[in-house]
């Protein structure tokens, strides 16, 4: 009933920058906070940014004045703009959504994106 569709990852240099999107659709009435989460091999998944819907952001430590969350409430899409990466920041991102709908308000996950920061 409600997809997340996430695109924009790759490969990056170090010092590089990517732009992620993700843009939920299907019975939407309303969303609440949106977000990005990452999982490296070997570790969990952990929270990168979130946006409520009243513009209201929580960055992880390690991103924080690198990585920038947005959304356009218009498209239902999110978008995480990383500058300065890393190799450190390389892992399987995820969109993450809050979103009602007439079945009730649930968190949905998008498919992931792979992005890998290397020379």
């Known amino acids: 009933q409600v997809q997340l569709v996430e695109s924009g990852g790759g490969l990056v240099q170090p010092g590089g920058s990517l732009r992620l999107s993700c843009a939920a659709s299907?019975?939407?009435?309303?969303?609440?906070?949106m977000g990005w989460y990452r999982q490296a091999p070997g570790k969990e998944r952990e929270l990168v940014a979130a946006?409520?819907?009243?513009?209201?952001?929580n960055y992880a430590d390690s991103v924080q004045g690198r990585f920038t969350i947005s959304r356009d409430n218009a498209k239902n899409t999110v978008y995480l703009q990383m500058n300065s990466l890393r190799p450190e920041d390389t892992a399987v991102y995820y969109c993450?959504?809050?979103?009602?709908?007439?079945?009730?308000?649930?968190?949905?996950w998008g498919q992931g994106t792979q992005v890998t920061v290397s020379s």
């Open positions: 299907g019975r939407i009435i309303s969303i609440n906070t």
């Open positions: 946006l409520t819907s009243g513009s209201i952001t």
């Open positions: 993450n959504a809050h979103i009602q709908t007439n079945l009730g308000r649930y968190a949905y």
